[in-house]
């Protein structure tokens, strides 16, 4: 079996704001919106050439679509957006008014994210890889070692 794409799809109240949010500071576009589903798509080019469609999918938590014992808002749900610029995304995304929840910083894993807050109160982690601190590689070996 072949997988062609995987999205989520958020359950929540809020299309509209959504799709403001998702337009405004991550840059997606909407490829299908009706009074109950909003889906929208990015598409990018990677680190290797390669043309890359990212997409994200709202509906109303109260569709008939969804199995009723499913029929609530989406929530406690991390969504993580890889940017080469992420600097430059959170000062545009804060400047804009967007909340900020976590300060852009750089962790000793190898990574430089900050973290936002969509319409929704899902969780936004952006992020850059970078490399990781010498002390962590060196303990991260150790700890291989002693498996």
Known sequence: MTLNLIYPLICTG????????????????VVFE???????????????GVERAH??????PDHDTL?????RPTSGLVLSFEFAEV?????AMRDAGAPIL?????????QR????E?????????????PPAPEFVARMAGTAAAD
């Open 14 to 29: 809020k299309l509209a704001e959504s799709r403001d949010f998702y337009r405004r500071h991550l840059g997606f576009g």
């Open 34 to 48: 009706s009074d109950w589903y909003l889906h929208m798509e990015r598409r990018d080019v990677d680190r290797e």
């Open 55 to 60: 997409q994200i999918a709202f509906i109303l």
């Open 67 to 71: 199995p009723v014992t499913h029929r």
């Open 87 to 91: 600097d430059l995304l959170h000062d």
């Open 102 to 110: 976590w300060p852009l910083h750089d962790e000793e894993f190898g």
């Open 113 to 116: 994210h900050f973290m936002s």
């Open 118 to 130: 969509d319409p929704n109160g899902l969780l936004l982690d952006i992020i850059k890889p970078i």
